[in-house]
């Protein structure tokens, strides 16, 4: 699959913004603290990565009802659905001066009901002419996604046959839908249900 920037302009993939605030102290000091010990442009996206996916624990599997939009926010409570831990990653990558994206899947069961966005991150490293996409949403059992810039090792591959998709477009900023659900939400459990069902 193409993907394919929704702005042509790199810098936009660098904006600090209300949800990837990466000027916030919260994240400069994390930052600053994963760039130490990996100063390599790769090491430190694998880190940060490594950083969000696992120290940053999935809301629903840690059974938190917290719902967090602003990088800032997800990083100092350390929790958030795949939206918001996407956010974190964006934003622990343009604090280092590394474009990122957000873009999306739409999944759904075995049996193709109950279809759900679920968020990524693409990066663009160094040197790098293509866009990685990258899935921080964290393992458990059946889940196992990990940091690549080849074969993407998402959490799930999606299905066409069950009306999955992965959605092209890379964007500078989380998608409205996806935001304007994170921000009306009182707690996780009534965000779960009004998660967006496609973009």
């Not at 996409?133 to 458990?140: A, C, E, H, T």
Request: glycine residues 4%; negative net charge.
């Amino acid at each position: 699959m193409e993907l394919v920037q929704q702005n042509p302009d790199i810098a936009a993939y660098l904006a600090a913004s209300e949800a990837v605030n990466h000027e916030h102290p919260v994240v400069r000091t994390l930052a600053q603290r994963l760039a130490d010990a990996h100063p390599d442009a790769y090491a430190y996206a694998e880190a940060a990565f490594v950083y969000v996916r696992d120290a940053v624990p999935h809301s629903m599997d840690a059974g938190d009802r917290r719902v967090t939009w602003r990088a800032s926010d997800v990083l100092e409570q350390r929790t958030g659905i795949c939206y918001a831990k996407s956010v974190a990653y964006a934003a622990l990558l343009r604090a280092r001066g590394i474009p990122a994206a957000l873009c999306y899947q739409r999944l759904a069961d075995d049996d193709g009901s109950n279809p759900v966005i679920h968020g990524l991150v693409a990066v663009l490293l160094p040197g790098e002419r293509v866009w990685a996409r990258q899935d921080v949403r964290g393992n458990k059992p059946g889940v196992d996604a990990r940091f690549s810039l080849e074969e993407e090792r998402l959490a799930w591959t999606v299905r066409p046959e069950f009306n999955e998709v992965d959605y092209s477009v890379l964007y500078t900023e989380p998608h409205p839908a996806v935001l304007d659900a994170l921000r009306a939400a009182p707690d996780r459990p009534s965000l779960w249900r009004t998660l967006p069902t496609e973009l």
